[in-house]
């Protein structure tokens, strides 16, 4: 079937605004996972889902940053009152398991740009 | 948080040309993985080694994984244009959860 996918590909919002990230994981894969990558850098992890929890969420900046996933599959990362530093590439993942070994399949990733 | 020191940060080389990327770390991995990033997409997986002195190859790229699982390389053999992209190496931390710790990257340009 189809890749992942995310939506939008580009963002641009004002310093303070709230913006949602998309991420449509491969169907069946029950772990999902969230990273940023800033110019320059590799991905950093963010947030690791397993079926609806949140398994991991050690690597969200801080409390402005938020993700769901209420039904298992689609994920969304939500970030409130948008800073310049947030401005980076969000990219989603999804593997079949979570297991260690398991292939992590990357969508094209959301740009984020904030003025 | 455990770090992946990834070197060089920058290759530019011309086509033919062999080329080696390292991979470093202190802490032990239960798996590493390569990848290939090209502008506009997310990275794409080339290779996953799990075992200490492994090696694999595909077609001209060579991965290592380090005896004790800390590092690995990638060696390209007559690099091509098509080579062209940025290349990342992932680890899966035996501790912690799942989620990849990735290296900063190189970019690797291979002009003909």
């Known amino acids: 079937g189809a890749g992942v996918s995310q939506t939008p590909s580009n963002k641009v919002t004002e310093k303070g605004k709230y913006v949602e990230l998309r991420c449509d994981p491969i169907?069946?894969?029950?772990?999902l996972y969230w990273y940023r990558q800033s110019l320059g850098q590799g991905p950093e992890f963010l947030i690791y889902f397993q079926g609806t929890g949140a398994a991991d969420d050690s690597g969200l900046p801080n409390d402005r940053f938020f993700a769901v996933r209420p039904e298992g599959s689609v994920s969304t990362l939500k970030i409130q009152r948008t800073e310049r530093g947030d401005s980076a590439v969000y990219l989603c993942?999804?593997?079949?398991?979570?297991?260690?070994?398991?292939?992590?399949?990357f969508g094209p990733g959301t740009r984020l740009t904030v003025l | 948080t455990q770090l992946l020191e990834q070197s060089p940060q920058f290759l530019s080389i011309q086509e033919g040309e062999n080329l080696t990327v390292y991979c470093n770390s202190s802490?032990?991995?239960?798996?590493l993985q390569w990848y290939r990033q090209e502008p506009g997409e997310g990275p794409v997986l080339l290779v996953t080694?799990?075992?200490?002195?492994e090696v694999k190859k595909l077609k001209r790229l060579t991965f290592q994984f380090g005896d004790a699982r800390k590092d690995s390389s990638l060696h390209i053999t007559a690099a091509q244009p098509g080579d062209t992209g940025l290349y990342l190496c992932?680890?899966?931390?035996?501790?912690?959860?799942?989620?990849?710790?990735f290296g900063k990257g190189t970019t690797l340009s291979v002009s003909s």
């Open positions: 080694v799990v075992t200490g002195g």
């Open positions: 169907s069946g894969h029950t772990a």
């Open positions: 802490s032990v991995f239960s798996s």
């Open positions: 992932a680890g899966a931390e035996i501790q912690a959860g799942t989620a990849l710790i």
């Open positions: 993942a999804s593997s079949a398991s979570g297991a260690g070994t398991d292939t992590q399949y």
